[in-house]
């Protein structure tokens, strides 16, 4: 059986294709404001990457906050689900999922690939992807620079804002101190990290613990949420597609 | 003409029975723009709607009931802005009948300053009507919660929502039992959001201000006969309304109501209004409470107007997969 996972998050889309344990494509594209046409898109070029026709994709499951927009889908399921059946998937072990997308971060607690409970942040910048692009912004960096740059620093300055408004002028300021860039860095990671792990301390951090969405790739970011709970986590090798290849896995029965 | 109240302890049998309309204050679709000159955007957005709609609708007068701190101090901001304005005593520790009595006859003088005057008779009448209402509204619950007519009654005339109410209880369809969701919290003016939950797949079931909690009530047993036996029988009705938060009752009346309530659920949802400190107070012990009974509770946080929906409706259809 052959199953796509189609995952429209709020920055990019991704999608996935599985035959059975194996994926044979994934692809991942910046969204259109049409989502319609991102779903289409993505799948097509995916479809293309595996060598396949639609035809012979047995089932499509949509995900991410566009899901209600892939009116080609056989099935709708939250992104909740599928990150938590994703990461199942990929780590049998995991018991706490954190997802960093670009516009929202959640926390899962999985039992057996089944979710026990969840929280997410979706109101404010604080602890999401947006907040690093904000960060990099007003220190004229290039976002996938943030996390080799965080690792360089030997001392890490203060954010102390939630709020992204307040805490570039914070960055600013510290620029204008004569702070070093890459201390600011390390400080601005380790803001998100701190946010996240209060909202995970809400449903409780069990191991193994899995980072998902984009955020995941930046070392910063990982380095601080390993310091804040003690141990080491888990990133699969493409943590952008964990959605959409748990929709996928949904998909395949 | 219109007397504006927010909160649903507020004897709202006494100001119909002077000749005013009663009309329940909520947050609305519009922006909220001229209360910021006034209150803090850390207040809760029900307080700051309220305001924003007496700034800018028609009212004769507010009538305040003592609940939660924020609407207590909006009794002075809404005097401040120049609006005429009576604040009623309601006791935070419900079992003084004897005080609220008095508070409930020092009101009946104020609506006489105001131009509107309490008869017996006129009393017994709109207590007649809203207990009519009240159990047309438990009816047509049973069959359908049906929300937006239970927020559409408490601003309309009260004969007016009467009918209202049995026509809806025709029409009524009976809502499928499961799975089904307890949505506790204050006030959600809003419709759509109850929508989201029947979309997802729930039947619902409430603990909302504006929901059951605006119609249930232990009705007194005796019958009044003169107008301070009709102003006690307010009195013990309010004392005996269904429990809120704002209020502190002998044993832990508040608690065993809603575990009771989510006894047949398969889930809860705290359905909250960002910075309503006394349902946030109780969360973290209900929520216990609640999951050591095996049921699986999210929090839903609200901030009015409600624009954005989408995050919210990912929120309940991971509850529903999450049950499944």
């Given at each position: 059986m052959i199953s796509a996972g189609i995952d429209i998050g709020s920055i990019t889309a991704k999608c996935v294709i599985l035959q059975g344990d194996k994926i044979l494509a994934y692809s991942i594209l910046r969204v259109k404001p049409n989502l319609e046409e991102s779903a289409r898109e993505i799948f097509e070029k995916t479809l293309e990457l595996a060598g396949l026709s639609k035809e012979e994709v047995d089932s499509i499951v949509a995900t991410g906050y566009g899901r209600g927009r892939v009116d080609f889908a056989n099935k709708k399921i939250t992104e909740i689900s599928c990150h938590a059946i994703g990461s199942h998937f990929l780590i049998?072990?995991?018991?706490?999922?954190?997802?960093?997308?670009?516009?929202?971060?959640?926390?899962?607690?999985?039992?057996?690939?089944?979710?026990?409970?969840?929280?997410?942040?979706?109101?404010?910048?604080?602890?999401?992807?947006?907040?690093?692009?904000?960060?990099?912004?007003?220190?004229?960096?290039?976002?996938?620079?943030?996390?080799?740059?965080?690792?360089?620093?030997?001392?890490?300055?203060?954010?102390?804002?939630?709020?992204?408004?307040?805490?570039?002028?914070?960055?600013?300021?510290?620029?204008?101190?004569?702070?070093?860039?890459?201390?600011?860095?390390?400080?601005?990671?380790?803001?998100?990290?701190?946010?996240?792990?209060?909202?995970?301390?809400?449903?409780?951090?069990?191991?193994?613990?899995?980072?998902?969405?984009?955020?995941?790739?930046?070392?910063?970011?990982?380095?601080?949420?390993?310091?804040?709970?003690?141990?080491?986590?888990?990133?699969?090798?493409?943590?952008?597609?964990?959605?959409?290849?748990?929709?996928?896995?949904?998909?395949?029965? | 003409m219109k007397v504006g109240y927010l909160c649903t302890f507020t004897p709202k049998e006494i100001i119909y029975s002077a000749g005013f309309q009663p009309f329940r204050v909520f947050a609305t679709e519009r922006p909220i723009e001229l209360a910021s000159a006034y209150i803090q955007s850390y207040s809760c957005s029900q307080a700051r709607g309220a305001l924003e709609c007496a700034l800018k609708d028609d009212f004769y007068?507010?009538?305040?009931?003592?609940?939660?701190?924020?609407?207590?101090?909006?009794?002075?901001i809404f005097e401040f802005a120049g609006k005429r304005v009576y604040n009623i005593e309601f006791p935070t520790k419900i079992g003084n009948v004897e005080y609220y009595l008095r508070e409930l006859k020092d009101f009946v003088e104020v609506l006489r300053d105001w131009g509107g005057e309490v008869s017996f008779e006129s009393l017994v009448e709109s207590l007649k009507l809203y207990r009519e209402l009240e159990e047309g509204l438990k009816q047509l619950f049973s069959v359908f919660p049906d929300y937006e007519t239970a927020i559409k009654v408490q601003q309309i005339d009260v004969k007016d929502a009467i009918k209202l109410v049995d026509e809806k209880l025709k029409s009524a369809k009976k809502e499928k039992e499961s799975p089904k969701v307890l949505i506790t919290g204050s006030v959600c003016p809003y419709p759509k959001i109850y929508d989201l939950f029947r979309e997802a797949g729930f039947s619902i079931k409430d603990d909302l201000c504006t929901g059951s909690r605006f119609f249930e009530y232990i009705y007194p047993t005796f019958e009044p006969e003169d107008l301070e036996g009709a102003l006690r029988f307010i009195a013990e009705k309010y004392f005996y309304k269904s429990p809120c938060p704002t209020k502190h009752y002998e044993s832990d009346r508040r608690f065993e109501y809603v575990i009771k309530l989510a006894e047949d659920c398969d889930a809860v949802v705290f359905l909250l209004v960002k910075f309503c400190e006394p349902h946030f107070f109780d969360y973290p012990q209900l929520k216990s409470e609640l999951e050591k009974m095996g049921k699986k509770v999210a929090l839903i946080e609200l901030e009015f107007p409600v624009v954005s929906t989408e995050q919210i409706r990912t929120r309940i259809e991971a509850l529903r997969e999450v049950i499944l």
């Open positions: 049998p072990d995991v018991g706490t999922v954190i997802d960093i997308g670009g516009q929202d971060s959640k926390v899962i607690a999985v039992e057996n690939g089944k979710v026990l409970d969840f929280v997410m942040n979706d109101k404010c910048a604080a602890g999401t992807g947006r907040f690093i692009e904000v960060m990099a912004n007003a220190l004229g960096l290039k976002i996938e620079q943030i996390g080799e740059l965080a690792l360089r620093a030997t001392e890490r300055l203060k954010i102390s804002s939630t709020c992204t408004v307040f805490a570039e002028s914070e960055v600013v300021s510290y620029l204008s101190a004569g702070k070093k860039v890459e201390e600011i860095i390390a400080g601005v990671c380790d803001a998100i990290a701190g946010r996240l792990i209060a909202m995970a301390s809400r449903v409780g951090i069990r191991r193994e613990v899995v980072l998902t969405g984009g955020v995941a790739k930046n070392l910063g970011v990982r380095r601080a949420i390993e310091e804040k709970i003690g141990f080491g986590v888990k990133v699969p090798p493409e943590p952008q597609i964990v959605g959409a290849l748990g929709a996928a896995v949904l998909g395949s029965g | 007068a507010f009538v305040f009931t003592r609940c939660c701190d924020t609407l207590m101090r909006l009794t002075d």
